[in-house]
């Protein structure tokens, strides 16, 4: 990997929308909006950036 992502399935949500993975601990990101949006929170076990693990190993 060169640090850039690609995506293969696009969820666009609106205020209070709410997805979940289509698999448990499948790679995944989120992006806040152009206009303002934000992420506020993300469900998961780990909060920490030590339990953060990325599939790019250099972003580790």
Excluded: C, Y
Excluded at 23 to 37: D, K, R, Y
């Amino acid at each position: 990997m060169d640090g850039k992502v690609t995506a293969n399935h696009i969820v666009e949500l609106n205020e209070g929308g709410f997805d979940s993975l289509a698999l448990v601990e499948s790679a995944h990101w989120q992006m806040a909006g152009p206009e303002g949006g934000a992420v506020i929170t993300e469900v998961g076990n780990v909060h920490t950036n030590s339990g953060v693990l990325r599939s790019d190993p250099a972003m580790n």
